[in-house]
């Protein structure tokens, strides 16, 4: 008798320890593309078996169909789910229990169903596309502030505003990618969702902020004409940093947390978008002249926002999921934007305030100011006359009779 009540206290103290430990779920693989009518199987992984029954759920119903939707977890472990995709679209795919001793936190999977792998091929051909013509798209300004050893008819307002929005993009990128706290918060917040923020991104974000650094650099070296931020420009800057700084504050006195700053750095920064072509468009407006600012950028910056909507219209189509443009038009909005102001750039620069070349005399021009000619244009063979570029910043001076 006494065996036997030993042997139930070992069992139940076993049992007791057994149950007590956390079974963790987990699947290995967080991301599937399924194209309609495919068929996929989900493996849930776990350290041990569990004396239970979880159900299989999805967020989107219609798009995927689960198989079996309950999984007896008493049986040794990995469990196979069958997927079978029904209609193009986005779901999640998660493990539930109520039960506290079993961690489901990782249990999921994102599907996403598309009619056509060619297009998703093209559309990941697009998105390359894109992102090389808008990192490339600042060398142009670079190369033509050297050519002419000046930065007169670049717009310093733009130039400010640019750095800074920059800055906090890369902020937003780094933050989200690098640091463990901030991912976590985003994952406490989206507890299925996937970090948004890929190493392209923070790449893109880092090169564009160096490139507008060494623009900056070169205006104090260059003929800049005795330009310089505006007031206006200032204090827009000035409520900025303002802001910025209160932001920054907050995380320390635990009012918010850090994923709440980087979230208000990137809405700074899309206002920052929203603004800052305004100075150069007025600038070349005023000067009747785009001399200076680069034509390069512009296209190419043209070019990188036509791909970046061609690829969200392509992967609407082809995931079925133009409530990603139509119910939330922020990016799509932003980059139609920029494309309207590459337009006004190009009208400006090609039909009103094309370059334009004129012969002026220099027979009774001083020597200083014909040095000041020679240096604008040097395209002349006529010794007594050279060619001047309209719009430039060299004073004309009117024969002498």
């Not at 569990?50 to 007896?72: D, R």
């Not at 007169?152 to 906090?168: C, E, K, P, Q, S």
């Not at 564009?208 to 204090?235: H, M, N, P």
Request: charged letters at 15%; proline letters at 3%.
């Amino acid at each position: 008798m006494a065996k036997i009540v030993y042997f139930c206290i070992l069992a139940s103290a076993f049992f007791g320890f057994s149950c007590s430990q956390v079974i963790k779920i987990y699947t290995e693989v967080r991301e599937v593309t399924l194209l309609e009518h495919e068929t996929y199987q989900v493996i849930f992984q776990a350290n041990h078996s569990y004396p239970g029954v979880a159900s299989i759920n999805s967020t989107n119903g219609g798009v995927v169909s689960v198989s079996p939707l309950f999984v007896n977890l008493s049986a040794p472990p990995p469990w196979n789910v069958t997927l079978k995709a029904d209609h193009r679209g986005h779901d999640t795919i998660f493990m539930n229990f109520s039960g506290q001793d079993v961690d489901v936190e990782h249990a999921f999977v994102v599907v996403t169903v598309e009619r056509s792998r060619e297009l998703e091929v093209v559309s990941n051909v697009v998105g390359w596309c894109y992102f090389v013509a808008w990192s490339i798209s600042f060398y142009p300004q670079i190369y033509e502030n050297w050519r002419r050893k000046s930065v007169v008819g670049l717009n310093f307002d733009f130039l400010a505003l640019n750095v800074i929005g920059f800055f906090l993009y890369s902020l937003f990128n780094c933050g989200l990618y690098w640091n463990d706290e901030v991912e976590h918060e985003y994952l406490h917040e989206n507890p299925r969702g996937l970090n948004p923020v890929l190493l392209n991104d923070v790449v893109f974000s880092l090169h564009a902020l160096l490139i507008t650094v060494v623009t900056i650099t070169q205006c104090f070296f260059y003929e800049r004409g005795g330009q310089r931020v505006s007031k206006i420009a200032s204090g827009i800057i000035a409520i900025i940093f303002l802001i910025f700084t209160i932001s920054l504050i907050l995380p320390f006195t635990k009012a918010i947390n850090w994923l709440y700053f980087l979230y208000i750095c990137s809405y700074i920064k899309l206002s920052i978008t929203l603004m800052k072509y305004v100075p150069q468009a007025f600038m070349n407006y005023k000067r009747k002249s785009t001399i200076g600012w680069s034509i390069g950028n512009v296209i190419l910056d043209f070019t990188g926002g036509m791909l970046s909507m061609m690829q969200m219209i392509i992967n609407a189509d082809n995931y079925d999921d133009w409530a990603s443009i139509i119910g939330d038009p922020t990016k799509f909005g932003l980059g139609l934007f920029s494309v309207c102001f590459d337009i006004v750039f190009l009208v400006q620069h090609y039909v009103l305030y094309g370059v334009r070349e004129t012969r002026v005399n220099i027979t009774n021009i001083p020597e200083d100011i014909k040095t000041r000619f020679t240096r604008a244009s040097s395209k002349s063979k006529d010794p007594h006359s050279i060619t001047v570029t309209h719009g430039s910043t060299v004073p004309l001076i009117k024969n002498e009779k």
